[in-house]
């Protein structure tokens, strides 16, 4: 076990990309003080930080002694520079998407792409793997530490969606493949009901620049939606 320096102060390493710091501070610091230093060492601004230490830590004001960090610790930092910023932007972009791109997506975008007819032609063959207990129908429920399964993708194959949220990881595994998709790389979230079928849903991934980039999944559990949202997102309210 860690055990806690009697001075009040730890030492923890903060990993970022492939860097690593090496950091020695007074417990009664705080989640913002860490996140000033962690701009300085990386120059990823504080309001584009996703600290990671057994969760996201979102709060400011507490301490580091509240968040029980300790000792040899490993803190992840989810972000991009503002040098990395600025090589996205200069990234030509395709005419068939808006020329910026939006963390809490409008409705009127949501609806369009929700209703392309590639949806209706995956609904129309494939049907859910099981039912929803009713005791989670309306309910939104944090994900699962293991598998969602029996959803299916757009070229109509079972899928298993993992998502390793301390390592900002989406996996997704179909038969004798893997895929692995960053959530921090993700440009925006679109979901809609499924009709005929209460408690499923199907969503989607932007991935790039273009509507050719996201990833459709469909009849996941409904309870479930707003989790891989607040994944994404980084807010952890449900």
Not at 16 to 40: C, F, N, P, R, W
Not at 175 to 198: A, T
Request: aromatic share 10%; net charge positive.
């Amino acid at each position: 076990m860690n055990i806690l320096d009697t001075n009040n102060q730890i030492t923890f390493t903060l990993k970022y990309k492939k860097q690593s710091h090496v950091l020695t501070m007074e417990l009664d610091d705080t989640i913002g003080d860490l996140k000033s230093i962690a701009e300085e060492k990386t120059q990823v601004p504080k309001s584009l930080q996703k600290l990671i230490y057994n969760r996201i830590q979102k709060n400011d004001r507490k301490t580091l002694k509240q968040a029980r960090l300790r000792n040899k610790a490993k803190v992840l930092l989810i972000g991009n520079s503002l040098q990395e910023i600025a090589k996205t932007n200069l990234t030509p972009i395709e005419k068939d998407v808006e020329d910026q791109s939006s963390w809490k997506v409008n409705s009127e975008k949501n609806t369009e792409f929700c209703n392309l007819q590639i949806h209706k032609k995956i609904l129309n063959k494939r049907q859910p793997g099981y039912g929803i207990p009713q005791k989670y129908k309306g309910k939104h429920l944090r994900l699962p530490k293991r598998s969602i399964r029996d959803v299916w993708n757009e070229d109509g194959q079972r899928v298993q969606l993992t998502f390793k949220v301390n390592h900002d990881q989406l996996y997704i595994r179909s038969f004798g493949q893997k895929l692995v998709v960053k959530l921090d790389l993700i440009k925006d979230f679109y979901s809609q009901e499924i009709e005929n079928y209460d408690g499923y849903s199907y969503f989607g991934l932007q991935t790039g620049y273009t509507t050719k980039s996201i990833l459709w999944f469909y009849y996941v559990p409904s309870h479930y939606i707003r989790g891989i949202r607040n994944a994404i997102l980084g807010d952890w309210k449900i």
